[in-house]
């Protein structure tokens, strides 16, 4: 029992001698959702393809807690998402979302000091959407979740990243298709490539 203390306790000392950071970035999102069939028709096929735009609107902040070569870092953002629909016409869909991230990295390489790395990322999200633009609000779901995976380096407290992230819920309801006689609805899955620049604070 007593060597079992004594794991704890030297665990708890290595994560409070590791480093801990909060940092603040700003990025580039390029964002759109997958066409949606129905009953194997693409929306794409009668003439409104999803395409991808570019949203200026994405900040967050992060907590780090370094443990040798292996970041966990929490953080909060918010986003604007969403597809550019290819109709003349028709404008882009841009809704916004307070997301929630928690992502693991591993840093291929990390100099002695601890003040330049670069590594793999990934990990999961969930997003609350705030607002939905255009879109009828009983027509779309509030809430995505979805995975993310990219690269992350830092220079000193620079903090750079770049990845592409994937969700797993539809976000536009089917149930006026299925009323409508559709028996299967497949898209409107959220897909973005993100550009992210930051600023980290030692603790």
């Keep these: 029992m007593k060597k079992l203390f004594m794991v704890i306790a030297l665990a708890a000392m ?22 949606m069939k129905v ?24 907590y780090t807690q370094e ?38 990295t591993y840093n291929f390489y990390k100099n002695d000091e601890g003040t330049s790395k670069f590594g793999i990322q ?24 979805g995975w993310q995976v990219g690269v992350a380096a830092a220079v000193s407290n620079v903090t750079f990243s770049a990845g592409y992230e994937f969700g797993f819920v539809k976000l536009y309801k089917d149930e006026m298709f299925k009323e409508l006689g559709a028996a299967k609805v497949k898209g409107t899955l959220n897909q973005g490539i993100y550009i992210k620049v930051g600023y980290q604070f030692g603790l």
């Excluded at 290595?14 to 759109?32: D, E, I, P």
């Excluded at 395409?51 to 609107?57: A, N, Q």
């Excluded at 990934?122 to 995505?144: E, F, H, I, N, W």
């Design 14 to 35: 290595t994560m409070s001698a590791n480093a801990q950071k909060v940092g603040v970035w700003y990025g580039l999102g390029f964002n759109k959702i997958t066409n």
């Design 122 to 145: 990934t990990g999961p999200y969930v997003a609350l959407m705030t607002g939905t633009d255009s879109a009828d609000k009983d027509a779309v779901r509030k809430c995505d979740v």
């Design 67 to 104: 443990m040798g070569k292996f970041d966990l870092t929490g953080g909060l953002s918010y986003r604007q998402k969403g597809s550019k629909v290819d109709v003349e016409g028709t404008e882009a869909w841009k809704p916004k979302f307070l997301q929630l991230d928690v992502l693991g």
């Design 39 to 62: 009953d194997g028709v693409s929306t794409a096929d009668l003439g409104a393809s999803m395409k991808m735009y570019c949203s200026p609107v994405n900040f967050g902040v992060t």
